[in-house]
């Protein structure tokens, strides 16, 4: 099983501020979270998978 971090874990692992972090999975831009009770928590490995996604693949001119 890989690592669960909190939103305050993933909002500092990502360098931004938490609401950055609730606004991106209000829109449904984000990794899915899971939930365990009422806490929302998001596997290490989704995570790195969205910002795999979210890399620029050419830069413009």
Do not use: C, K, Y
């Not at 972090?21 to 939930?35: K, T």
């Not at 009422?38 to 490995?45: E, I, Q, Y």
């Not at 989704?46 to 830069?59: G, L, Y």
């Amino acid at each position: 099983m890989n690592p669960l971090l909190t939103i305050d874990e993933v909002a500092e692992q990502l360098r931004v501020p938490v609401l950055t972090i609730r606004w991106l999975r209000q829109e449904g831009r984000f990794a899915p979270a899971i939930r365990v009770g009422r806490r929302l928590v998001w596997d290490v490995s989704d995570i790195d998978a969205w910002v795999e996604h979210q890399r620029e693949t050419e830069i413009a001119r």
